[in-house]
Protein backbone atom coordinates (compact mmCIF):
# COMPACT_ATOMS: atom_id res chain seq x y z
CA UNK A 1 0.00 0.00 0.00
CA UNK A 2 2.97 2.57 0.70
CA UNK A 3 4.71 1.91 -2.90
CA UNK A 4 1.98 4.04 -4.76
CA UNK A 5 2.28 7.27 -2.30
CA UNK A 6 6.25 6.96 -2.71
CA UNK A 7 5.80 6.82 -6.35
CA UNK A 8 3.46 9.87 -6.35
CA UNK A 9 5.48 11.99 -4.01
CA UNK A 10 8.79 10.84 -6.02
CA UNK A 11 7.01 11.69 -9.17
CA UNK A 12 5.45 14.95 -8.06
CA UNK A 13 9.42 16.15 -6.85
CA UNK A 14 10.80 14.66 -9.61
CA UNK A 15 8.86 16.64 -12.26
CA UNK A 16 7.32 19.77 -9.97
CA UNK A 17 8.03 22.25 -12.48
CA UNK A 18 7.42 20.14 -15.61
CA UNK A 19 3.66 21.28 -16.23
CA UNK A 20 3.21 25.07 -16.76
CA UNK A 21 0.08 24.22 -18.47
CA UNK A 22 -1.37 22.75 -15.27
CA UNK A 23 1.40 23.41 -12.74
CA UNK A 24 -1.35 21.81 -9.44
CA UNK A 25 -0.64 18.28 -11.11
CA UNK A 26 2.76 18.08 -9.37
CA UNK A 27 1.74 19.48 -6.57
CA UNK A 28 -1.25 17.21 -6.55
CA UNK A 29 0.89 14.37 -6.75
CA UNK A 30 3.34 15.44 -3.66
CA UNK A 31 0.54 16.20 -1.69
CA UNK A 32 -1.70 13.03 -2.16
CA UNK A 33 1.51 11.27 -1.62
CA UNK A 34 2.83 12.67 1.38
CA UNK A 35 -1.11 12.36 2.92
CA UNK A 36 -1.75 9.14 2.09
CA UNK A 37 1.47 7.96 3.85
CA UNK A 38 0.62 9.93 6.96
CA UNK A 39 -2.58 8.19 7.04
CA UNK A 40 -0.75 4.70 6.68
CA UNK A 41 1.21 5.52 9.69
CA UNK A 42 -1.26 6.74 11.96
CA UNK A 43 -4.17 4.37 11.15
CA UNK A 44 -0.98 1.94 12.30
CA UNK A 45 -0.30 3.79 15.99
CA UNK A 46 -3.88 5.05 16.22
CA UNK A 47 -5.77 2.55 15.45
CA UNK A 48 -8.10 2.63 18.44
CA UNK A 49 -9.50 5.47 20.70
CA UNK A 50 -11.70 8.63 19.77
CA UNK A 51 -8.59 11.02 19.25
CA UNK A 52 -7.24 8.39 16.38
CA UNK A 53 -11.07 7.81 15.26
CA UNK A 54 -11.32 11.57 14.70
CA UNK A 55 -7.83 12.17 13.18
CA UNK A 56 -8.39 9.46 10.66
CA UNK A 57 -11.81 10.64 9.75
CA UNK A 58 -10.34 14.12 9.11
CA UNK A 59 -7.61 12.83 6.88
CA UNK A 60 -9.50 10.87 4.77
CA UNK A 61 -11.90 13.96 4.68
CA UNK A 62 -8.96 16.05 3.08
CA UNK A 63 -7.85 13.13 0.97
CA UNK A 64 -11.47 12.87 -0.49
CA UNK A 65 -11.35 16.49 -1.41
CA UNK A 66 -8.08 16.62 -2.77
CA UNK A 67 -8.53 13.65 -5.04
CA UNK A 68 -11.75 15.48 -6.60
CA UNK A 69 -9.56 18.59 -6.84
CA UNK A 70 -6.69 16.67 -8.58
CA UNK A 71 -9.94 14.97 -10.62
CA UNK A 72 -10.30 18.48 -11.95
CA UNK A 73 -6.59 19.45 -12.61
CA UNK A 74 -5.67 16.07 -14.66
CA UNK A 75 -9.10 15.51 -16.52
CA UNK A 76 -9.64 19.09 -17.80
CA UNK A 77 -6.60 19.36 -20.03
CA UNK A 78 -7.13 16.08 -21.55
CA UNK A 79 -4.95 15.41 -23.61
CA UNK A 80 -2.48 18.53 -22.82
CA UNK A 81 0.30 19.80 -25.18
CA UNK A 82 3.54 17.40 -24.60
CA UNK A 83 5.78 18.98 -26.47
CA UNK A 84 8.13 21.14 -24.94
CA UNK A 85 9.83 22.54 -28.05
CA UNK A 86 6.76 23.83 -29.60
CA UNK A 87 5.86 26.99 -30.73
CA UNK A 88 2.43 26.76 -29.81
CA UNK A 89 0.90 29.35 -27.43
CA UNK A 90 -0.30 26.90 -25.73
CA UNK A 91 2.00 25.86 -22.20
CA UNK A 92 3.37 22.43 -21.96
CA UNK A 93 2.43 19.47 -19.67
CA UNK A 94 5.58 16.71 -19.53
CA UNK A 95 4.36 13.42 -20.78
CA UNK A 96 5.91 10.84 -17.80
CA UNK A 97 4.10 13.30 -15.06
CA UNK A 98 1.08 14.06 -16.52
CA UNK A 99 0.15 9.97 -17.53
CA UNK A 100 1.08 9.11 -14.56
CA UNK A 101 -1.26 11.46 -12.43
CA UNK A 102 -3.72 10.43 -15.34
CA UNK A 103 -3.17 6.41 -14.74
CA UNK A 104 -3.04 6.58 -10.95
CA UNK A 105 -6.24 8.37 -10.57
CA UNK A 106 -7.69 6.22 -12.98
CA UNK A 107 -6.53 2.77 -10.95
CA UNK A 108 -7.96 4.36 -7.91
CA UNK A 109 -11.42 4.48 -9.72
CA UNK A 110 -10.72 0.85 -10.85
CA UNK A 111 -9.89 -0.36 -7.48
CA UNK A 112 -13.09 1.24 -6.22
CA UNK A 113 -15.32 -0.73 -8.62
CA UNK A 114 -13.91 -4.02 -7.91
CA UNK A 115 -14.11 -3.21 -4.25
CA UNK A 116 -17.52 -2.19 -4.81
CA UNK A 117 -17.70 -5.24 -7.11
CA UNK A 118 -16.66 -7.74 -4.53
CA UNK A 119 -18.57 -6.24 -1.75
CA UNK A 120 -22.14 -6.66 -4.37
CA UNK A 121 -20.59 -10.42 -4.68
CA UNK A 122 -20.34 -10.61 -0.95
CA UNK A 123 -23.87 -9.70 0.02
CA UNK A 124 -25.25 -11.64 -2.23
CA UNK A 125 -23.80 -14.75 -1.26
CA UNK A 126 -24.41 -13.79 2.05
CA UNK A 127 -28.07 -13.43 0.75
CA UNK A 128 -28.30 -16.55 -0.88
CA UNK A 129 -26.42 -18.77 1.99
CA UNK A 130 -29.18 -18.21 4.19
Known amino acids: MSIMPIAQLVMGAVYK ?20 MLSLFSTMAYNSGSLGIVCSGLVSLFLFCWFIAGNVWIYSIYEPNYNKTTTSVEPYCDKTVYLFAFWTTNLSYILLGLVMLCGCCMGLLSCCGD
Open 17 to 36: NDCPQQPYIPIYLMVMGIIT
